[in-house]
C-alpha cells in the first residue's frame, strides 16, 4: 500500500509505502493534550517505510523518549517517535493521510485514561451538518 499526506497548510509532506502494523485510536493524556482532541488515530509501521517528500517536521520532545514531530507553520501533528518502548516504529496521525479511511482502525489503547464520556460517544445525537436552530 502506498499512502500520502500531510500537514493542514501543505507546508510539510510525507510518503508511507508498506503495510500498517496496526491502526490505533489512543486515549492517553498526552495525546489528548497534544492534539486538543478526546482521542488521537495513530498508524504504526516500521521506521524505514515513511519518506517525508515536502518540508522539514519541528520536534517536540513531549516526554523522557517520546518525540512528536508537527508543523512548525500550522501545528498539524503528524508523527511520533519513542525509541524506547516502540523501537523502530513510527506512529502516523491517520487524520493527516490523504486519504483518512484508507486504514480503518482496529483497536482502542490507553483505555484507562479515556474520558468517561468517551466510552458512549456513538450513542450521542448525529447531524449531517450542524444541528437545527
Known sequence: MILEGGCHCGAVRYRIEGDAITHALCHCSDCRRHAGAPMVGWTMYPIDALRITKGSPKVYA????????????????????????????????????????????????????????????????????????
Open 62 to 133: 513531549s516526554s523522557e523518549h517520546g518525540r512528536r514531530h508537527f508543523c512548525g507553520d500550522c501545528g498539524t501533528g503528524l508523527l511520533y517517535y519513542n525509541a524506547h518502548i516502540l523501537p523502530g516504529i513510527v506512529d502516523v496521525q491517520s487524520a493527516t493521510y490523504d486519504d483518512p479511511q484508507a486504514v480503518p482502525a482496529r483497536v482502542h489503547i490507553q483505555v484507562a485514561e479515556r474520558l468517561s464520556w468517551m466510552v458512549k460517544a456513538h450513542e450521542l445525537p448525529a447531524f449531517e451538518r450542524y444541528p437545527p436552530q
